[in-house]
């Protein structure tokens, strides 16, 4: 059995709610090459969207998003919320 925890974040951001949410977070954008993600959920939902493939995904808490290195992305928060992201150098468990 594996009990080894998984990798811890090396960075996050800020936590933001739906009025502080960055512009830039709203619009495509990637992580760096080598970079993974972890859109956390803290209250309400957020629309987290990829694109080549096009795919949409609804985060709450308990339900976090992963973000696969340099891969397009952006969200949308669905009402009001908060939410973070940390920042890993090898794939998070989640």
Excluded at 73 to 91: I, N, S, T
Aim: glycine share 8%.
């Amino acid at each position: 059995m594996d009990h080894e925890p998984g990798p811890k974040p090396y960075r996050s951001t800020p936590m933001f709610d739906h009025l502080t949410l960055p512009a830039a977070l709203r619009r495509e954008h990637r992580t760096k090459p080598g970079v993974w993600g972890v859109v956390r959920v803290l209250r309400g939902r957020l629309k987290l969207s990829f694109g080549d493939p096009a795919e949409e995904q609804i985060l709450s808490p308990g339900c976090p998003g992963l973000l696969p290195p340099a891969k397009a992305h952006w969200v949308e928060p669905l009402g009001p919320m908060q939410m973070q992201v940390d920042f890993y150098k090898r794939a998070p468990k989640l």
